[in-house]
T-cell receptor, first 120, second 107 residues
């Protein structure tokens, strides 16, 4: 069974840092592009970042470019999101998700999400 | 970036109603269009990929159509468990943009 389990969320002050993790199981993690998607309270889904299956390529939304870093450890089946210089507008539930090229590059599995709150 | 626009933003319907939600892309995305369902406090769930292909395990009452810039999600007969928010998303290029969502509420 495919599982994605996020952790690392919490309350952080503006300007602070946080590292999110996403532990993957039930599939060959190293074969899939992975993404982070976030959702501010009461708002819609916003794509944040993606990483190639081997970690060789990354892409970011303009709103987080230069502040967030996506990475992965295929030996540990874990995806990461390092978030620096956090702002109030980064407050959201962060989901990790798997891109399935065989299904039109859709996001076929999602984690349960981890809440990041940026507040003084 | 490709902009995705859904309509309506919300709708009220009754159990048994047929519901259609539209999604328009700001440029052609071929059939790289996906639909997700999200219930309060839960992660999104993939319903339809590649515009019209039903994800495994999704009831056949859901269907998708369209190509290019205009797409439709149809729920043939609303069940109580279908009341949720629905999002379209393009997987044609990065950034992988979502529509703003359509909330389907009980009339």
């Amino acid at each position: 069974e495919v599982q994605l389990v996020e952790s690392g969320g919490g309350l952080v002050q503006p300007g602070g840092s946080l590292r999110l993790s996403c532990a993957a199981s039930g599939f060959t993690f190293s074969s899939y592009w992975m993404h982070w998607v976030r959702q501010a309270p009461g708002k819609g889904l916003v794509w944040v970042s993606r990483i190639h299956s081997d970690g060789s390529s990354t892409t970011y939304a303009d709103s987080v470019k230069g502040r967030f870093t996506i990475s992965r450890d295929n030996a540990k089946n874990t995806l990461y999101l390092q978030m620096n210089s956090l702002r109030a507008e980064d407050t959201a539930v962060y989901y990790c998700t798997r891109e399935n090229w065989g299904s039109g590059s859709s996001f076929d599995y999602w984690g349960q999400g981890t809440l990041v709150t940026v507040s003084a | 970036d490709i902009q995705m626009t859904q309509s309506p933003s919300s709708l009220s319907a009754s159990v048994g109603d047929r519901v259609t939600i539209t999604c328009r892309a700001s440029q052609s995305i071929s059939s790289y269009l996906n639909w997700y369902q999200q219930k309060p406090g839960k992660a999104p769930k993939l319903l339809i990929y590649a515009a019209s292909r039903l994800q495994s395990g999704v009831p056949s009452g859901f269907s998708g159509s369209g190509s290019g810039t205009d797409f439709i999600l149809t729920i043939s007969s609303l069940h109580p468990e279908d009341f949720a928010t629905y999002y379209c998303q393009q997987s044609y290029s990065a950034p992988r943009t979502f529509g703003q969502g359509t909330k389907v509420e009980i009339k």
